[in-house]
C-alpha cells in the first residue's frame, strides 16, 4: 500500500508570492490534515478535512488554507508569503475516529526569501 | 486547551528501557493520546496510541495514569536505530496539540 505523497518535496519563494501543497493520501484514507513544523515552534496543527468539508482548524491565518477533493487528496495553499513561513510542512491522513493514528507523509520543505 | 510538555533531550545505551513522559494538563475526556517517532528529513511515524492505563504493542508500552494528566512512553532494550525525536500528541474534539518533542540519543 503506498504511502502518503507530498509534492513537491522542496520548494523556494520569494516573499509576497503565494504556494500551493498537495498531498495524496493512503488509499481509502479520508481524512487528511496538515501541519508545521519549525525549530523555534514546534509540529503545530494547521487543519484537518474529511470528506471535502474542513473539520478543525489551528490558530493559524488566513493566508493559510486548504481544500481537500473527492478522491480525498487534499491542497494547501500559503498566500503573500512571510520569510517566518519556511518550515516544513507535513501532511498526514486517517480514517476517522482515534482508534487509528495519523500516517505521515515526508512533508514539503518550503524556504521563503 | 490542553498544553503538552516534554523533556528536550534524554540519553541511553543500548539494551536499556527508555522512559518517556509528556505532561498534559487540562486533557478532556474524550481526548487520545499517541507517541511519534521522527527522523531527520521524514515524517513523524506512528508508535502507540492509549485512552487510559496502559497499552502495549509489539515496539512499545503506553502507560496513563488515572488522571490522565500525563503518560509515559517505554520503549524496552532500545538501539542505536532508535535515535530520534519523539513527540506525543493529545488529539481534542477539534485540534491536535503536539509536544514540544525529546531527542533520544542512544549510545553502544
Known amino acids: 500500500k503506498a504511502g502518503v505523497t507530498q509534492t513537491p518535496r522542496y520548494l523556494i519563494k520569494t516573499r509576497g508570492q503565494q504556494v500551493t501543497l498537495s498531498c495524496s493520501p493512503i488509499?481509502?484514507?479520508?481524512?487528511v490534515s496538515w501541519y508545521q513544523q519549525t525549530p523555534g515552534q514546534g509540529l503545530q496543527f494547521l487543519f484537518e478535512y474529511f470528506s471535502e468539508t474542513q473539520r478543525n482548524k489551528g490558530n493559524f491565518p488566513g493566508r493559510f488554507s486548504g481544500r481537500q477533493f473527492s478522491n480525498s487528496r487534499s491542497e494547501m495553499n500559503v498566500s503573500t508569503l512571510e520569510l517566518g513561513d519556511s518550515a516544513l510542512y507535513l501532511c498526514?491522513?486517517?480514517?476517522?475516529?482515534?482508534?487509528?493514528?495519523?500516517?505521515f507523509g515526508s512533508g514539503t520543505r518550503l524556504t521563503v526569501v | 486547551l490542553a498544553k503538552t510538555t516534554q523533556p528536550i533531550s534524554m540519553d541511553s545505551y543500548e539494551g536499556q528501557e527508555v522512559n518517556i513522559t509528556c505532561s498534559h494538563n487540562?486533557?478532556?475526556?474524550?481526548?487520545?493520546i499517541t507517541w511519534y517517532q521522527q527522523f531527520p528529513s521524514q515524517g513523524p511515524r506512528f508508535i502507540i496510541q492509549?485512552?487510559?492505563t496502559k497499552v502495549t504493542n509489539e515496539v512499545a508500552s503506553l502507560f496513563i495514569p488515572a488522571d490522565r494528566k500525563s503518560s509515559t512512553l517505554s520503549l524496552p532494550r532500545v538501539s542505536l536505530s532508535d535515535t530520534a525525536v519523539y513527540y506525543c500528541?493529545?488529539?481534542?474534539?477539534?485540534?491536535?496539540?503536539f509536544g514540544t518533542g525529546t531527542r533520544l540519543q542512544v549510545f553502544p
Open positions: 498526514a491522513s486517517s480514517e476517522p475516529g482515534h482508534n487509528y493514528g495519523y500516517t
Open positions: 487540562n486533557i478532556a475526556t474524550n481526548d487520545y
Open positions: 500528541l493529545v488529539t481534542t474534539t477539534d485540534k491536535l496539540i
Open positions: 488509499s481509502g484514507h479520508r481524512s
Open positions: 492509549g485512552y487510559k
